[in-house]
């Protein structure tokens, strides 16, 4: 693994053992806009909502990109990251989502 690839990794580790649901639970509870995790791609992306469910609660969040997620795959031990980032992120984002569309 390069040394490059090894900053990128330890960055995205806490991943690991973050909780997605409870996070998303602590982000709806603070007194600033919920915040939903983005990737920057081609595109923005925004893991487990359609560009539909975004559009409908943009105007209610803010996003954060986390390091580590370019279009840039620097070895296998990122790309592994790199799924568990996503996995934990379509889950946190519904999370976040399903919450705000019940309220209306």
Do not use: C
Not at 6 to 12: G, L, R
Not at 59 to 76: A, C, H, I, K, Y
Not at 90 to 97: D, G, K, Q
């Amino acid at each position: 693994m390069s040394d490059r690839e090894a900053k990128i990794v330890s960055a995205m580790a806490w991943v690991r053992d973050a909780d997605p649901i409870r996070d998303a639970e602590t982000s709806l509870s603070s007194d600033e806009p919920p915040v939903l995790i983005a990737f920057s791609l081609r595109k923005m992306v925004v893991p487990g909502l359609t560009e539909e469910e975004y559009e409908a609660i943009a105007d209610q969040v803010s996003e954060r990109f986390p390091e580590g997620m370019s279009d840039v795959v620097l070895g296998e031990a990122h790309m592994e990251m790199r799924r568990e980032l996503r996995d934990y992120a379509e889950l946190y984002n519904r999370a976040i989502y399903e919450a705000l569309t019940e309220e209306r």
